[in-house]
């Protein structure tokens, strides 16, 4: 597993991976010959972002494998690196809703070139001329070798709820909201890996808010995840719900919503002491007859 990072070093480190972070916002064209091509911005300039010596990076074990998690302290960092990792450098700007997000298939060219060195080392050591063109061809037709997944956090109060709705100080709360975030994303990473096949966005949040909730409290709350969400068993009452609906019904899918809350909530009391991560994969088990 690679080496956790803390301090203002971290967007420095992350931009050696992921060189789009020295492009100015609006640079797309520049963004799409430093994705596709690996080529790497002549002026690296980072100065756009604050950095804070509370940023970090830690790689999280998940049984989906490892996936890095980028905690960010200052909100205009969070912005800036979604604008210019999630939204090809676009100068839009980012709903301030949005506290985390999960990117896939992220480009780690030097990975590429590091492969291609080592390749034509050993290709010299065992008297052959090396064929990096084919190589490369080869190597890169497997997306695993060379994407990654990131996850980003910021630090505010999750999905923009004060900690005193539930009896928390502002400092409990922060720390709180950023171990939901956390777990609630992995848990994304988690189940996009094991049950690709029935994806569902309200479904999927209310299981990645599961276990979020049971990892950082240590047990699952109904009555907080209702806040979250903004229903109740007969409405929707104000939340997340609506970001993760089209066609349906609101106060329909809220009160089917809550019904399954509650079913989350007999399920955590029958098997008291349940890991966040087994929870999850039970609850994707039960999709089908529950949702």
Not at 217 to 235: C, I, P, W
Request: charged content about 30%; glycine content about 6%; some cysteine.
């Amino acid at each position: 597993m690679p080496e956790n990072i803390y301090g203002k070093g971290v967007i420095a480190y992350l931009a050696k991976q992921y060189p789009q972070f020295y492009l100015p916002l609006g640079d797309t064209e520049g963004y799409i010959r430093t994705v596709s091509r690996g080529i790497v911005p002549e002026r690296q300039d980072l100065s756009d972002f604050v950095t804070d010596a509370q940023d970090s990076i830690v790689y999280e074990m998940t049984p989906a494998g490892e996936v890095m998690v980028i905690t960010l302290e200052r909100r205009a960092d969070f912005e800036l690196f979604y604008r210019k990792m999630g939204c090809r450098c676009s100068s839009e700007p980012v709903a301030a809703s949005m506290g985390a997000s999960i990117l896939d298939g992220v480009a780690n060219w030097p990975r590429i070139r590091s492969h291609l060195e080592e390749y034509c080392r050993c290709e010299r050591d065992a008297g052959r001329e090396p064929d990096t063109f084919a190589e490369f061809k080869r190597f890169t037709s497997c997306k695993a070798n060379y994407h990654d997944t990131v996850i980003v956090l910021s630090t505010g109060p999750y999905s923009g709820i004060k900690g005193e709705t539930f009896g928390y100080d502002e400092a409990e709360w922060k720390d709180l909201s950023h171990r939901i975030r956390k777990a609630h994303e992995c848990t994304h990473f988690l189940c996009r890996r094991k049950f690709s096949e029935q994806k569902d966005p309200v479904w999927d949040e209310i299981v990645a808010d599961a276990v979020g909730i049971l990892s950082a409290v240590g047990r699952y709350d109904k009555t907080m995840e209702a806040v979250f969400l903004g229903v109740n068993e007969n409405s929707f009452t104000g939340g997340r719900l609506e970001n993760y609906i089209r066609d349906q019904d609101l106060n329909e899918t809220a009160k089917k919503a809550y019904r399954i809350l509650e079913r989350i909530e007999a399920l955590c009391k029958e098997n008291d002491g349940v890991k966040p991560f087994d929870l999850a994969v039970m609850l994707e088990e039960r999709q089908n007859e529950w949702w």
